[in-house]
């Protein structure tokens, strides 16, 4: 507790760049995975190739990646960009399956009493599978989140500041203390994106509240 008090301040920078390189890639990645996750619901062709590529792209080794990204963008090897798109693209891998499940998952009595009563296409998504899709996505989001501030990690091998500077300097020094206020730092961290999915989740659908309080009245 000394080393953490102590380095107090530093920590507190780095886990803000955690959250940063965790955190943005996750809702750019839910703004992508979603239409491909629509169009691979809907494009039955489609949908072994876009999962399959989805798939593919998880498999990428982190740390090529981060290395790859700046030959692809153009930017410097330090650049934060990379990681951020790197694991923009790590997201999308995750996420895109759990939008086609999510939305496989509405009733299709449900789309068809919503096209009954004058939904358009457009409409129906936003404001009905979408919704009721919600409890899945945000399981498949507290999955890539969680991914997301482990692999996030990596980038200090590449000079990339965050948290995982804390185990790289620990370990490579013998600091047990660092390498331990890194661990708790990034496990706290990831309990954080996962509450607030939750909590997130919890909001947009309240629905699922009405009927757990209607549950509970009836016992």
Do not use: K
């Amino acid at each position: 507790m000394s080393w953490v008090l102590d380095h107090a301040g530093d920590i507190a920078r780095l886990a803000a760049d955690h959250v940063l390189y965790a955190g943005l890639p996750l809702i750019l990645g839910l703004l992508l995975a979603l239409p491909l996750g629509w169009l691979a619901h809907r494009w039955t062709l489609g949908r072994g190739f876009i999962l399959s590529a989805a798939g593919l792209l998880y498999t990428i080794p982190s740390l090529a990646l981060f290395i790859l990204m700046p030959l692809v963008l153009g930017t410097q090897i330090l650049d934060p960009l990379n990681v951020i798109a790197a694991m923009t693209l790590y997201t999308v891998a995750l996420l895109v399956r759990t939008v086609v499940d999510g939305l496989g998952s509405v009733p299709d009595s449900v789309e068809q009493a919503a096209t009954a009563v004058g939904y358009t296409p457009l409409r129906r998504v936003l404001g009905v599978e979408l919704p009721l899709a919600v409890p899945v996505i945000a399981a498949g989001l507290r999955v890539a989140a969680v991914s997301n501030v482990s692999i996030v990690s990596v980038a200090s091998l590449i000079g990339v500041g965050q948290l995982g500077d804390l185990l790289t300097d620990g370990f490579n020094r013998d600091i047990g203390a660092e390498l331990a206020a890194g661990i708790v730092a990034c496990v706290l961290l990831a309990l954080v994106f996962d509450l607030a999915i939750q909590g997130l989740a919890r909001v947009a659908t309240p629905w699922r509240r009405a009927e757990t309080a209607g549950l509970r009245g009836a016992a």
